[in-house]
């Protein structure tokens, strides 16, 4: 099997482990200074203030508020999926210093946290759908691009579930008496846990002994994952974006039901 690269996106997991959570796309933040910019030239057109419960009709029914506000919703839920596989990283690497460092047989704990991290990711691909479909019901696709859309995700993350199937169910290069590696994988960790775990190895090379090194094995996977992952999440932010914005250009007009 062999395992996801990672690169220096993320932080080094030899003292921290740690995704950086999703941004919104920078083009989408200009779009409140446009609305307010909007609905400044229409109270001065009017010769009057909005009251308060106008604003909050132009907002709903302004592109610039309501699309771009569920826009970043999408993206805060996205994140709390990151924030969620951030604990699991971080209870791996406490695992992986020292298997005795947290409750429970160790062997049993991590691999509920891998199988835990799988089921997080596979999160992202039902909470896009559910963004696909707002966007579909307001106008900005329709129902082929939706479908294309959520096929992305698919498409982009199949490996995924076979790795997730292989490892869970088949148990790719670990069985439940002996735990194969790539010997290579020691040449990317420190010196002192390299000794550690060539130590670990030679002493007795079950799972039980070597769950720290399953740890590493684990995180190594996950942090591979989540990399081409931010890569994918942040092009198709921008493609939505620029969708948005284009759509913007040809439907936008801020209206009140009262403009007297």
Not at 30 to 36: E, K, P, W
Not at 104 to 114: A, C, D, K
Not at 162 to 174: K, P
Not at 192 to 212: D, G, P, Y
Request: charged share 25%; hydrophobic share 45%; aromatic share 14%.
């Amino acid at each position: 099997m062999s395992l996801p690269e990672v690169n220096s996106t993320f932080k080094d997991v030899e003292t921290v482990a740690h995704i950086q959570i999703l941004q919104p796309p920078s083009q989408l933040l200009s779009g409140f200074l446009d609305f307010a910019k909007e609905v400044a030239q229409k109270s001065k057109a009017i010769e009057r203030k909005f009251s308060e419960e106008e604003l909050v009709e132009l907002f709903n029914n302004s592109f610039p508020g309501k699309i771009r506000a569920n826009f970043f919703l999408w993206v805060m839920d996205l994140n709390k999926v990151i924030e969620a596989i951030n604990i699991i990283l971080s209870d791996l690497l406490e695992l992986r210093k020292d298997k005795n460092s947290l409750s429970g047989n160790p062997v049993i704990r991590s691999e509920f946290l891998l199988q835990a991290f799988f089921g997080e990711f596979f999160k992202i691909r039902e909470i896009a759908k559910v963004f696909f479909k707002y966007l579909t019901k307001e106008g900005i696709l329709n129902n082929k691009y939706k479908e294309d859309f959520v096929g992305f995700y698919f498409t982009a993350f199949n490996w995924v579930y076979d790795l997730r199937n292989n490892i869970i169910h088949q148990g790719v290069h670990i069985n439940d008496f002996e735990l194969k590696l790539d010997f290579g994988f020691l040449n990317n960790l420190s010196k002192e846990e390299r000794l550690k775990f060539i130590t670990l190895i030679n002493e007795s090379n079950t799972r039980e002994n070597t769950v720290e090194i399953q740890c590493a094995i684990y995180m190594k996977i996950i942090l591979g994952i989540m990399k081409n992952y931010l890569e994918f999440q942040e092009f198709l932010n921008n493609v939505l974006a620029d969708l948005i914005i284009d759509f913007e250009k040809m439907h936008l007009e801020i209206t009140v039901s009262r403009n007297e």
